[in-house]
């Protein structure tokens, strides 16, 4: 899929500038992509910030995010808290810039051997792009200890969009970068 913008298309762009210079879809951050995406699947969507509908969604959004945030410090890292917002077609970055399906996400979480015993999540901004489609911008903040015991404190920034199918809210794309270290 093509964006066009002002009579090119993206496409169009990379082929004139290849000229002078390498650039492919490959130098594109995960979380820009997948932002430009989530867009791209409502195309003339306005952002519906003001309308009650709006507001419900951006609280319920905010309540899935924490509750997937919190449940980072569950024994299975938040797999069976998380499966049932993941869409069966859902695809994502992990913060290692790996591509991942919904399986691979929940086999990924029951795996980890971290333990995570604090994950907030510090900000979060619900952009709602229609009355079944929105994106929330965040991030959060895990503390714990890792295989080794040595503690870690990691922060990370990500983006999730949401659709609503059926009546229910599921997350459709997913992607995740770490941000340095804190001390």
């Known amino acids: 899929m093509w964006l066009a913008l002002k009579g090119h298309t993206v496409r169009d762009e990379l082929l004139f500038n290849s000229t002078r210079r390498k650039l492919t879809m490959k130098s594109f951050s995960p979380l820009l992509a997948l932002t430009v995406v989530a867009l791209a699947v409502a195309p003339g969507a306005r952002a519906q910030t003001g309308s009650a509908d709006a507001e419900g ?98 922060s990370f920034c990500w983006v999730d969009t949401w659709m609503e199918r059926n009546g229910k809210w599921e997350c459709i794309a997913e992607a995740v970068t770490l941000l340095r270290e804190k001390k």
């Not at 299975?76 to 808290?81: C, E, I, L």
């Not at 290692?96 to 919904?102: A, C, N, P, S, V």
């Not at 619900?126 to 994106?135: D, E, I, Q, R």
């Open 57 to 154: 969604v951006k609280t319920k959004l905010k309540q899935m995010e924490d509750s997937w945030g919190k449940a980072f410090t569950d024994k299975d890292h938040g797999a069976a808290a998380v499966e049932p917002m993941l869409a069966a077609d859902f695809a994502g970055f992990n913060s290692k810039g790996q591509k991942r399906d919904k399986s691979q996400l929940l086999d990924e979480m029951k795996k980890e051997t971290d333990v995570v015993t604090v994950s907030t999540n510090d900000s979060m901004d619900v952009h709602v792009y229609g009355p079944s489609l929105a994106t929330v911008v965040g991030t959060s903040t895990e503390k714990g200890k890792d295989k080794d015991g040595k503690a870690f404190n990691r």
